[in-house]
């Protein structure tokens, strides 16, 4: 009640009516609402073109690696050739197998090794995250300017989360936008954690709020993502040995066998029929494994 009467003496003093200053809030909250969804809207468009021009370039930013495209596709090449050399020397296999071994390896395994730092890099980078969100909020609360609070994750926290700040501060100092550099930094780092952070800081620069105690939400929803995926690894580590033990045991028996009794399997490397055999068993490998992983791995 005495809320309620300090509230129309405040209106009425400041010459609005209780009804007057109910509609201009009900209109302030509509235009928030409508703000922070065009807000999103943007930011989803923008997501969604980045999907679409994700180039080779893209992906060794995003692996961290100092070199052109290029340079990959050279790399790409000499490995492959190495490799269809190798096998042609060594194995006996006719040109065509190594020809294919050739476009195995200088196709595939770069790229996978590339995919492999790209979600170490990530992974690294979700794992930081949280402890650089804590030192924004501390900052916040003590009186400090959300650039500065950048520029102590820049030069306090490690690679990758260090340099990733030190972009934005380094962009902002040119002219750049918080936001467009934001984005920028989401390009390289595409994780849901950042762009969590991009979302908050976005909409808290447009529409206004406690950016503090947003931070602070956000953060703790980070560790908690964090703490369900280690679960979720911890759930799934029995599958993840049963499917190593059953993808290790035909290659394993086949070395068995060739050490053993080389005769009895050589038929598979120097007739056209078992080189045939070969290539289906590791198709059908492959699947298996590749079947096994999507079982057991969970993507929240």
């Known amino acids: 009640m005495r809320s309620r009467a300090s509230k129309r003496v405040s209106a009425i003093a400041s010459g609005t009516s209780p009804k007057a200053a109910q509609t201009n809030s009900q209109e302030s909250a509509i235009q928030r609402r409508k703000a922070v969804q065009e807000t999103l809207n943007e930011l989803e468009v923008k997501q969604r073109e980045q999907k679409k021009k994700l180039t080779l370039k893209r992906k060794i930013e995003q692996a961290g690696i100092e070199m052109t495209p290029e340079a990959f596709h050279i790399a790409s090449a000499v490995f492959g050739l190495v490799g269809g050399v190798f096998v042609a020397l060594f194995s006996g296999q006719p040109i065509y197998v190594a020809a294919l071994s050739a476009f195995v390896i200088g196709f595939g395994v770069p790229r996978w090794a590339l995919s492999f ?74 994780v849901a954690e950042l762009n969590f952070f991009m979302i908050v800081l976005t909409i808290q620069q447009k529409t206004g709020g406690n950016l503090s105690e947003a931070l602070g939400n956000l953060s703790q929803v980070i560790r908690a993502r964090k703490l369900m995926r280690a679960k979720i690894q911890a759930m799934s580590s029995e599958a993840k040995a049963s499917a190593m033990i059953i993808g290790s045991l035909p290659p394993g028996v086949m070395a068995m066998v060739y050490m053993t ?40």
Do not use: H
């Open 261 to 300: 009794t080389p005769d009895y399997i050589n038929l598979l490397f120097t007739e056209q029929l078992g080189n045939f055999m070969v290539i289906g068993g590791v198709l059908w490998m492959l699947t298996g494994i590749f079947i096994m992983r999507k079982m057991i791995n969970f993507n929240f």
């Open 117 to 190: 730092l790209i979600n170490k890099r990530q992974a690294k980078f979700t794992e930081e995250f949280a402890n650089a969100l804590d030192v924004i909020v501390r900052g916040i609360k003590s009186g400090l300017p959300v650039n500065e609070c950048l520029q102590i994750i820049a030069n306090e926290s490690a690679d990758p989360v260090g340099p990733e700040f030190t972009e934005i501060v380094e962009g902002q100092k040119l002219g750049v936008p918080l936001e467009q550099g934001l984005q920028r930094m989401f390009e390289r780092m595409p």
